[in-house]
C-alpha cells in the first residue's frame, strides 16, 4: 500500500496571525489581549493589538503600532510593555 507523503503545511506570512497574550486587568475586571502580527509586502512585521472584553464581547483595536524588520524584534518590544502601558492603551480606544 502506498503512503501518502506528508506536505509540511507553510503559512502565508502576509495573512494576519491572531496570538493570545495574557490579559490585562483593567478597573477591576479582566480584558483578554491579543497581537495581531503579520509579514507586509516590503517584508516589514507589523502587529496592532486587540483587547477583548470578555463580559461584553466588546472588541477594541490598536492600529498597527508595532514595526520591526524581524519578527524577534516585535515580540521583543511587545513584551517590553508593561501592564500600565496596554491599560493606558486600552483606555485610550474608548
Do not use: K
Not at 1 to 17: A, C, G, K, N
Not at 63 to 74: P, R, V, Y
Amino acid at each position: 500500500m502506498p503512503m501518502q507523503t506528508v506536505r509540511p503545511v507553510t503559512r502565508d506570512f502576509r495573512e494576519p496571525v491572531d496570538h493570545e497574550l495574557d490579559p490585562i486587568r483593567c478597573a477591576g475586571q479582566f480584558v483578554n489581549l491579543f497581537l495581531v502580527l503579520r509579514c507586509s509586502d516590503d517584508g516589514v512585521w507589523r502587529a496592532r493589538l486587540r483587547f477583548v472584553d470578555p463580559d461584553s464581547s466588546q472588541t477594541r483595536e490598536t492600529a498597527e503600532i508595532f514595526c520591526s524588520l524581524s519578527e524577534a524584534e516585535l515580540w521583543a518590544s511587545v513584551r517590553g510593555l508593561r501592564d500600565h502601558h496596554l491599560r493606558d492603551l486600552y483606555r485610550s480606544l474608548d
